[in-house]
């Protein structure tokens, strides 16, 4: 009987410490060996002259998820989990959103039954905490914590999803006596709702002015304050999708105070600029996200967040809506203004191959940090045991990636359920080429390989933050 089921040979393997040149042996879908000349295997993987890094996990995805009237997202479980395995990313971790009204349960066993049988790769659920009823906060959510659910988001925008301070702090209080993590999307709910008024009284309703509503000093408030609040319970909480130098201050001033703060940013933030939005009539729609993408000075700073561990983590927040569509970008209401313009763009697939390119090619961050920033932080964060690097015991999530390889990105070539990108021609140098989740090739030699979708859900442990 052969010692493994495969052997990967003679690849640079990468952890968020060091790499180096060895085999990998596995077995029953885990790691079981690491060294030199390993034999007895059914299968081998030459990987010469390729990377072989842990699987990426993207902790910030939006997947099938509610969003208004008449819009629908363009992603769903198969096809976002299909871009993923693409993209070189093992886990994903999607937001389950409880609507007003709604229990948590509800909306977890709904947000499940579309996942069912439906995923390439692995996932684990975050919760959007809209409703902060009185079961909600005092038998759901640490039931909820319980079951293996340990992170949750919150909302500071957004009609409907907007919590005020007293409903944050009260949700703070019940993830401090969890022991939960606290996502916070941090903008100023009232300030943009003025801003908005008067753009629009103005006249200025064309899709560029969806980032005036939003300046900087928006995003920066909100940081300040979720800070703030998180201080006065003493709960551990992360900032997504960071997007520029004042908001990345806060959170560094924060860590250095000895403040359990984290932050999170985006591809938008370091490749993409306020100018995308100023594209001719309604272009500038497939670049309307929240917070918006700025300018080149904020791109500076977020790389800087990146380099010096500001930031602990580097997501996607893919967030998919069809351009050519009347239940996305070009909705009737749309039309008529920024203010109804779905919100949201998509980078499951191109997260990965985006940071590999412009940081780790372009000298920005070593190979190391980029593991890190991509799978083994996201896996320690978020509480996934046996997830995000390459160990003997964990799982054999594993990205095989051709680092010379050099194309631009196109919408012909990706996988998503999307008809556009916005990151077009952008040229990247590097991509991964083969995936494995849980010993399993799911794409091999950029060819998905098993179509069967055995992607599991992952129960979570404490965060470790």
Not at 218 to 235: F, G, K, N, P, Q
Request: aromatic share 8%.
């Amino acid at each position: 009987m052969p010692a493994f089921d495969l052997i990967i040979r003679n690849g640079r393997l990468a952890t968020a410490s060091d790499s180096y040149v060895a085999d990998i042996g596995i077995r029953d879908g885990r790691i079981v060996a690491i060294g030199e000349a390993l034999a007895g295997a059914e299968e081998v993987i030459d990987a010469t002259g390729k990377l072989v890094l842990p699987g990426g996990i993207d902790s910030h995805v939006h997947i099938s998820q509610p969003s208004g009237p008449g819009i629908v997202m363009a992603d769903d479980f198969e096809s976002a989990t299909r871009a993923a395995a693409f993209g070189g990313n093992s886990t994903v971790m999607p937001y389950c959103l409880q609507q007003k009204g709604q229990s948590l349960r509800a909306a977890l066993s709904d947000y499940h039954a579309l996942a069912l049988g439906n995923c390439h790769v692995d996932h684990s659920f975050h919760l959007i905490v809209s409703d902060p009823t009185e079961s909600v906060l005092g038998q759901e959510l640490p039931a909820l914590f319980a079951d293996g659910y340990t992170s949750f988001k919150v909302f500071m925008t957004y009609e409907g999803m907007a919590l005020d301070d007293y409903e944050m702090l009260s949700v703070l209080e019940v993830a401090r006596e969890a022991g939960a993590l606290v996502q916070i999307h941090a903008e100023n709910y009232d300030a943009i709702r003025f801003l908005t008024d008067r753009l629009e009284r103005a006249g200025k309703t064309a899709p560029h002015f969806h980032g005036r509503s939003r300046p900087i000093p928006v995003e920066r408030e909100a940081t300040h304050r979720a800070i703030s609040l998180a201080e006065l319970i003493d709960v551990p909480i992360m900032i997504v999708h960071v997007s520029n130098r004042e908001a990345m201050e806060e959170i560094r001033r924060a860590q250095a105070r000895g403040l359990k703060v984290m932050g999170e940013t985006c591809p938008q933030y370091l490749v993409l600029t306020e100018a995308d939005m100023e594209r001719t009539g309604m272009e500038g729609a497939k670049y309307v996200c929240s917070p918006p993408p700025r300018d080149l000075a904020s791109q500076q700073a977020c790389w800087e967040g990146l380099q010096q561990g500001v930031f602990s983590v580097f997501s996607s927040d893919h967030c998919p809506f069809r351009y050519e569509d009347e239940a996305g970008k070009l909705a009737p209401k749309g039309r008529s203004s920024f203010r109804w313009v779905p919100n949201g763009i998509p980078g499951i697939e191109t997260r990965l191959p985006i940071l590999f390119s412009e940081g780790v090619v372009k000298g920005r961050i070593s190979l190391e940090r980029f593991v890190a920033l991509t799978a083994t932080n996201h896996a320690r964060i978020y509480g996934l045991p046996n997830k995000g690097s390459i160990a003997v015991g964990y799982d054999a999530d594993i990205a095989i990636w051709d680092p010379e390889l050099k194309r631009p990105i196109r919408q012909a070539d990706l996988h998503h359920g999307v008809d556009y990108t916005p990151y077009e021609d952008l040229e990247i140098t590097g991509w991964p080429v083969s995936l494995l989740v849980r010993g399993r090739l799911v794409v091999r030699d950029g060819m998905l390989s098993d179509t069967t979708k055995l992607g599991r859900h992952l129960q979570r442990t404490r965060p470790l933050v």
